[in-house]
């Protein structure tokens, strides 16, 4: 094999790789209080959008018709009808008047709270966990501490 060839063939090789540095990989939910467990009786509805990008994932979180201010965001770790425990926490939230918030940024290996079951330890891990459809986005507010809406992570 002549050197030129060795290099295509080498730069194939990386492009076929997976984990988060591969093609970029978009995923959404839906958020409503009926998919939170348990279920919550709320008008709210949001939406959240998380596009991997290399070794970072651009996110933006929209909702509308909250109770009041969203006091919290996360990723949890869990399938549809489980609470289970925070991956990756928002912080920066913009709650607008009349229960609307915008959350958005940007957030790397570094910003991922490791768990044991599932082994959640970096980005790669969160977006194993994410393609299996096994997290979720939720929005917590004072009314509803343990979250008033909720939707799984879906890739597109």
Known sequence: MHLREFVFAAALALT???GSSGNTTK???T???ASETPAVATAATGTATFT???TMVNYSITASGLSGNATASHIH???TTVAGPVVLPFNNINNAPGGSVT???TFTS???VPQTNPPINNLDDLLAQMRAGNTYTNIHTAAHPGGEIRGQ???Q
Do not use: E, H, K, W
């Open 27 to 29: 995923f959404t939910a």
């Open 110 to 112: 570094t910003d991922v």
């Open 31 to 33: 958020l409503n209080g």
């Open 77 to 79: 770790v869990g399938p």
């Open 52 to 54: 991997v990008s290399g």
């Open 153 to 155: 992570n879906s890739q």
């Open 16 to 18: 076929a790789c997976g």
């Open 103 to 105: 959350i958005s940024g």
